[in-house]
Nanobody, 124 residues
Framework: EVQLQASGGGLVQPGGSLRLSCAVSGSTFDDYAIGWFRQAPGKEREGVSYISSSDASTDYADSVKGRFTISRDNARNTVYLQMNSLKPEDTAVYYC?????????????????WGQGTQVTVSS
């Protein structure tokens, strides 16, 4: 059974940094794309970033470009989301998700498995 475990969230001041981790078990990690999504209270879930399986190509939402970096460590079956220059509007529950096709993308429906979410709060 494929399982994803997201961690690394917390409370940080504006301008601060956090690194989220998504540990994957129960699958051949190298073949799959991983996406990060977030959902703030009263808002729809939105895509933040994703990384493909083949060439590790990446993409970012316009709201986080230049501040967030996604990377993968296939030896550790883990994907990271480095978040710098955090803003209050980044406050949300962050979820990682796995796409068995390996391409990733922005639509949540493209992902087959989801982690439980980790809370990120940016506040002074």
């Amino acid at each position: 059974e494929v399982q994803l475990q997201a961690s690394g969230g917390g409370l940080v001041q504006p301008g601060g940094s956090l690194r989220l981790s998504c540990a994957v078990s129960g699958s051949t990690f190298d073949d799959y794309a991983i996406g990060w999504f977030r959902q703030a209270p009263g808002k729809e879930r939105e895509g933040v970033s994703y990384i493909s399986s083949s060439d590790a190509s990446t993409d970012y939402a316009d709201s986080v470009k230049g501040r967030f970096t996604i990377s993968r460590d296939n030896a550790r079956n883990t994907v990271y989301l480095q978040m710098n220059s955090l803003k209050p509007e980044d406050t949300a529950v962050y979820y990682c998700a796995l796409d068995v096709v390996g391409r990733g993308g922005w639509a949540p429906s493209r992902y087959n498995y989801w982690g439980q979410g980790t809370q990120v709060t940016v506040s002074s």
